[in-house]
């Protein structure tokens, strides 16, 4: 499904090497973790995928090579998204702040006399839509760069053939450290690293807090195995080791096993590698137990108002550390982030959230860097001019930095927890 300008979804030659796609699961070495590896759907398609993009070509008047996806009036950006599968709330939520951030720019006259054209593309969190969508934005409506795609596996799945037909992946919508690691010059982030994320969390609580014995409660996955890798990295660190751990699949519905081995282990702080659903789900079992006096602690995947409002009370208490708090209408909000507000409410009927905040500000760098990089507008000019940003403090007061050799632009995080139905900022600027 296309949402914006450009045709339906092709069947083109990235489509057809997602269907040749088969397990790989190379085990990393020296993290402390024996028994799990990560799986990497994008080494399947270093060979299956074909490339399709045309790439930026010399005009031989003496100008730059003219960039796919720029014209004399317009450059144009496209996504592959979730709108309507098990992630929509992150999908939607950046696209709709994305839109607003575009369409105003696009009414102040765009860039350098150009316009922006966003092309959404639904591949509602599934790697072989992912794939076809990108295989569409690449190879037909020829794009400049891609914008806030969302998820792990999904970009994982056509990172690799978009890295080799140029095209940029700008802000994508996961915290995976595959999107930072290895270095990549087209990869640029403005999202929380989960594993960052969960070092900085058991930084603080074991030294802030003295909590000592520490567990992890996660998804049998490529993420939740990355957070599990944090724990045991930050506890090597600081002279300890995990005491209890508990894997479920991510459809897991009954999680009282679970909390019953955590609770006989006697753990005092559990690192979470968990999203939305199973996040309310173990919070509920443990609070059906009656079981208290731990701390429960998530990252940016599952940090969300539907978490903090569960009828029941469960989510009290619960912390996450996170790159941006949500907003709340009767938050002290600067006058910027007050119109913006309000307008989003206007425009959507629903009050934006992170993923809101999160799109909106990916576009916003866009634009500052499209403006930094001129008229004569090349790929490389643009991953130029993101990094020339080092310094840079967003609409909601948010710092971030760019350069030639980081390309992660976020390295604190901000510690939240529930408290009365909502979020409530405990601290900010946090490390490990």
Known sequence: MTHGLG?????????????????CKPRRAGDGLHRVGKRLVACATLVALAAC????????????????GVTDTEVVFGTHTDLSGPVAIWGVGTVNGARMRFDAANAAGGVHGRTIRFIVEDAQYQVPRAIQAANKLIGRDN???????????????????????????????TGARSMVEPFNPLMVMQHGIYYDEVRAAVKYFVEEQGKQ?????YQDTDYGIEIVEAVHDQLAAQGLTITETSAHKPDATDFTPAIL????????????????????????????????????????????????????????GYYAFVHMARLYPDDDMSPAAR????????????????PAMEGWRAADLVLQALETAGRDLTRAGLMAAIESMTDVTDMFGYRLSFGPEDHNGVSESTLS????????????????
């Open 417 to 432: 927890v529930v408290r009365g139905g909502r979020w409530v900022t405990l601290a900010e600027a946090i490390s490990y």
């Open 213 to 217: 014995t520490v567990c992890a409660i």
């Open 143 to 173: 794009i400049f760069a891609m914008l806030i795609a969302l998820g792990t596996p999904t970009n994982n799945a056509v990172m690799t053939q978009q890295f080799r037909d140029g095209v940029p992946n700008l802000f994508p919508v």
């Open 53 to 68: 993009t045309p790439a930026e070509t010399d005009t031989g008047d003496g100008a730059p090579p003219a960039a796919p």
């Open 7 to 23: 045709p339906t979804l092709g069947d083109g030659p990235l489509w057809r090497g997602a269907q040749a796609l088969a397990p």
């Open 261 to 316: 081995r955590l609770r006989n282990a006697n753990c005092d702080l559990v690192l979470m590698g968990t999203v939305h659903r199973d996040t309310i789900l173990v919070l509920e079992a443990a609070r059906k137990m009656g079981w208290e006096g731990v701390a429960w602690v998530g990252n940016n995947a599952a940090y969300g108002q539907v978490i903090a409002e569960q009828e029941s009370g469960s989510g009290e």
């Open 339 to 354: 119109a913006w507000y309000d307008a989003y409410m206007e425009r959507f009927g629903v009050e934006p959230g992170l």
